[in-house]
């Protein structure tokens, strides 16, 4: 079972920033096989998704985090990252590294890391 390999996260104040990067296990695939996305869920709700970007480039974004929040990829680590700033409360939850392999049509996690902002 492929698990995506996320790192980052941890705790902030109310405004500051915090970064999350993501990578296929021992390079498994490239970025280019798959569409990216970050997820969360918070406490008693549901997974929702936080910020996606497919291999044309387009960007996908959930509520309330365009402006604050920024995926890029970096091809030559093969690794995504999930750039948070402005961070509010609200944000708090366990965020999910995604990805879509497009030449099995199949989704792949990250086993989650947890993201508390504290005002």
């Known amino acids: 079972q492929v698990q995506l390999v996320e790192s980052g996260g941890g705790s902030a104040q109310a405004g500051g920033s915090l970064r999350l990067s993501c990578v296929p296990p021992?390079?498994?695939?490239?970025?280019?096989?798959?569409?990216w996305g970050w997820y969360r869920q918070a406490p008693g709700k549901q997974r929702e998704l936080v910020i996606g970007?497919?291999?044309?480039?387009?960007?996908m974004y959930g509520e309330d985090v365009q402006g604050r929040f920024t995926m890029t990829r970096d091809k030559s680590k093969n690794m995504i990252y999930l750039q948070m700033d402005g961070l509010k409360p609200e944000d708090t939850a366990v965020y999910y590294c995604?990805?879509?392999?497009?030449?099995?049509?199949?989704?792949?996690w990250g086993s989650g890391t947890q993201v508390t902002v504290s005002s």
């Open positions: 021992a390079n498994v695939f490239g970025l280019d096989l798959a569409d």
């Open positions: 970007l497919n291999r044309e480039g387009e960007m």
């Open positions: 995604s990805a879509v392999l497009i030449v099995l049509s199949k989704r792949y």
